[in-house]
């Protein structure tokens, strides 16, 4: 792949978001990919704890960088505004990548596979008639009775996995465009 795709799983809180991405990118791994991932927050991460010197340099010392080394991982604090943008965030911090994908970032303008469970709700996000309906790419479910206007897969489905990853592969926006 020559420009790095980008590709959003959402859904609702509760509906396996998390489980879905994790799955996906080792099955894109899986196929030689270099993968990358954006999770997408609504409160402030606790990833350092307080005194270490590590959290006094970005806190106490307000550097506005941070890169946190060890044998075998970094981890860069970076102080910067809130940004809503998964595009410029993959350009700016993870542009060696073949696909990133973002956890989050529903309203996004970017290609898009939702978790549905009716379980967590009667209703998926997808909405048919909207502007940004051509945007899913497809929704997974463990509901066998659901259809849709678009592409519905079903977890129990034979090789739904493989599949979400083709998909992903083939409608993942590049970065460049």
Do not use: C
Not at 22 to 39: H, P, Q, Y
Not at 69 to 76: A, D, F, G, K, S
């Amino acid at each position: 792949m020559a420009s790095p795709r980008i590709l959003s799983i959402i859904g609702r809180k509760g509906s396996g978001k998390t489980t879905l991405t994790v799955a996906l990118a080792a099955e894109l791994a899986r196929r030689n990919r270099r993968v990358m991932t954006i999770k997408h927050g609504h409160h402030p991460a606790e990833v350092d704890r307080p005194g270490s010197d590590s959290w006094r340099h970005f806190q106490e010392a307000r550097a506005e960088r941070v890169l946190l080394v060890t044998p075998h991982e970094q981890v860069l604090f970076d102080r910067t505004d809130d940004t809503y943008d998964p595009i410029a965030l993959a350009r700016g911090h993870l542009n060696d990548a073949d696909v990133v994908l973002v956890e989050g970032y529903k309203r996004a303008q970017i290609p898009k596979i939702e978790v549905f469970r009716r379980s967590i709700s009667p209703t998926p996000l997808y909405e048919p008639g909207s502007a940004d309906a051509g945007r899913w790419q497809a929704i997974v479910t463990d509901d066998l009775d659901f259809d849709a206007p678009t592409r519905v897969i079903h977890f129990q489905d034979t090789m739904w996995l493989q599949l979400l990853a083709t998909i992903t592969l083939e409608h993942a926006l590049p970065l460049d465009s």
